[in-house]
C-alpha cells in the first residue's frame, strides 16, 4: 500500500481530522473500501479529531505500538498550518507525518457534486465553501457531525466529487485524491 511516498505497510495510523465533515468523509471512504488503507491499519480503528500537538502527544506518541510505527496522517484545510512536535518527537516521527490538504474547505466537494464550481470561483475571494453551500443550497447545518453522510448517501457520488475537484486542482499537496485505491483514479 504505497502511493506518493505514502508507505502504510506495518503502519499503525493515526488519522486526525480537522472537524465534523472531515470524520464523516473518512468515515464513509473507509467503510467503503475506498482507500489505500482500512480500518484495521488505524489506530483504536477509528479516525480522531485533530487536538493539539500537546495532547497528540501526550495521548499517542508516548505509547508503545510492539512492532508497527505509527503514522500520523492529518486531514485539515489550511496549507499553513503549523504541526511542530516537541523533543525528542519532532526527530522520531518527522517522515512519518503526513497532511492531506482539503483546501479551500471540504465543502467544495458538495460544490463540485452540485455542479457549482463556475459559481464559485466568480466569488471565492469573498466566500468560502461552507457559505457558498449555506448561501445557494440552503445547507444550514452543513458543519454539523453527520451532514457529510446525509448529503452524500451515496458513497460513489463522494468518490465523484473527489475526482472531479482532482480535476479542476493545480495543488502541489497531498489530497484525499491521494489516499484513493489505484481503481478509483482516472486516468
Known amino acids: 500500500m504505497q502511493t506518493l511516498g505514502l508507505d502504510f505497510n506495518n503502519r499503525l495510523i493515526l488519522c486526525l481530522c480537522e472537524g465534523n465533515a472531515e470524520i464523516d468523509i473518512m468515515n464513509m471512504l473507509l467503510d467503503n473500501d475506498m482507500l489505500i488503507f482500512d480500518r484495521s491499519m488505524l489506530f483504536e480503528g477509528k479516525v480522531c479529531k485533530r487536538e493539539s500537538v500537546e495532547m ?6 508516548s505509547l508503545s505500538f510492539k512492532d508497527k510505527k505509527l503514522v500520523i496522517l492529518r486531514i485539515i484545510d489550511s496549507k499553513h498550518e503549523a504541526f511542530r512536535l516537541s523533543k525528542p518527537y519532532n526527530e522520531m516521527y518527522k517522515s512519518m507525518i503526513f497532511t492531506c490538504i482539503t483546501s479551500p474547505e ?12 463556475v459559481d464559485f470561483k466568480k ?8 457559505g457558498f ?10 458543519k454539523n457531525k453527520g451532514f457529510m453522510n446525509e448529503y452524500f448517501n451515496d458513497p460513489n457520488g463522494l468518490l465523484e466529487a473527489i ?3 482532482e480535476k479542476n486542482s493545480q495543488r502541489k499537496e497531498l489530497s484525499l485524491y491521494d489516499l484513493l485505491k489505484l481503481e478509483y483514479k482516472f486516468d
Open 106 to 117: 471540504i465543502e467544495i466537494l458538495i460544490i463540485h457534486k452540485e455542479g457549482g464550481i
Open 123 to 130: 466569488c471565492k475571494s469573498y466566500t468560502k465553501p461552507s
Open 133 to 142: 453551500c449555506k448561501e445557494h443550497y440552503g445547507f444550514k447545518k452543513i
Open 163 to 165: 475526482v472531479e475537484y
Open 56 to 61: 497528540i502527544q501526550e495521548k499517542y506518541l
